[in-house]
């Protein structure tokens, strides 16, 4: 059983559409990540979160600790927004350790 | 920002051989960074965590003899891959930590293909 689990792990929309990507986990954290990868393997953070809300251009990162729970919202998704996005925690006390989600790959349609 | 640059970022070599891949830290010093190995579309999986100055940490499963982890400064990690067979071509990707130890960096990560 995987710690942090992603829904869906594949997504298409049009251009324009507001996108939602889920994530769970299953442990204890002291801070959650969203991450992007796109074709060819490079890997971006785009959030770390440990509380409440984060927002940065066309997207936005909630997360819910008591639920054990996050979001990531893209809104007016562009073409450019596809690539695959990989929600990651920080499990508490195990210091630099990461758990990782199996990613959810996005496609925005033009 | 703080950066971590990855080199090679594509590497060919033949069976048998071995190929060192480097993970650095451009404007900050990481005491600890990460090996990373992704198969096609599957989740990253941490290989090892290397310590600088001190030997690697290896997951279960992973070979610390074929997977040479060395990190001799707080801004440079290596993986070498010896004695490379085709099964080991994937991505390889580096991570690390500053401050904190909270947010993370990635290398832009390295295709192997072994023929």
């Known amino acids: 059983k995987n710690e942090v689990e992603q829904s869906p792990q594949n997504l298409t929309a049009q251009e324009g559409e507001f996108i939602t990507i889920n994530c769970s986990y299953s442990?204890?954290?002291?801070?959650l990540h969203w991450l992007q990868q796109h074709p060819g393997g490079g890997i971006v953070s785009l959030f770390m979160?440990?509380?409440g809300k984060k927002k940065h251009g066309r997207l936005i990162a909630t997360i819910n600790i008591q639920e054990k729970h996050s979001s990531l919202h893209i809104t007016a998704s562009h073409p450019r927004d596809s690539a695959v996005y990989i929600c990651?925690?920080?499990?508490?006390?195990?210091?630099?350790?990461?758990?990782f989600g199996t990613g959810t790959s996005l496609t925005v349609i033009p | 920002g703080a950066v971590v640059s990855q080199h090679p970022s594509r590497v060919i070599c033949k069976s048998g051989t071995s190929v060192k891949i480097e993970c650095r830290s451009l404007?900050?010093?990481?005491?600890?960074m990460f090996w990373y190995r992704q198969f096609p579309k599957k989740s990253l999986m941490l290989m090892a965590t290397?310590?600088?100055?001190?030997?690697?940490?290896?997951e279960q499963g992973v070979e610390k003899d074929k997977f040479l982890i060395n990190h001799a400064s707080l801004t440079l990690s290596t993986l070498t891959v010896t004695s490379a067979h085709p099964e080991d071509s994937s991505f390889y990707i580096c991570?690390?930590?500053?401050?904190?130890?909270?947010?993370?960096?990635f290398g832009e990560g390295s295709w192997l293909t072994v023929v």
């Open positions: 290397s310590n600088e100055g001190s030997k690697a940490t290896y």
């Open positions: 979160l440990s509380s």
């Open positions: 404007d900050f010093q990481a005491t600890t």
């Open positions: 990651a925690v920080t499990p508490a006390f195990t210091g630099n350790q990461f758990y």
């Open positions: 991570s690390a930590s500053s401050g904190t130890g909270n947010t993370i960096y």
């Open positions: 442990v204890g954290i002291s801070a």
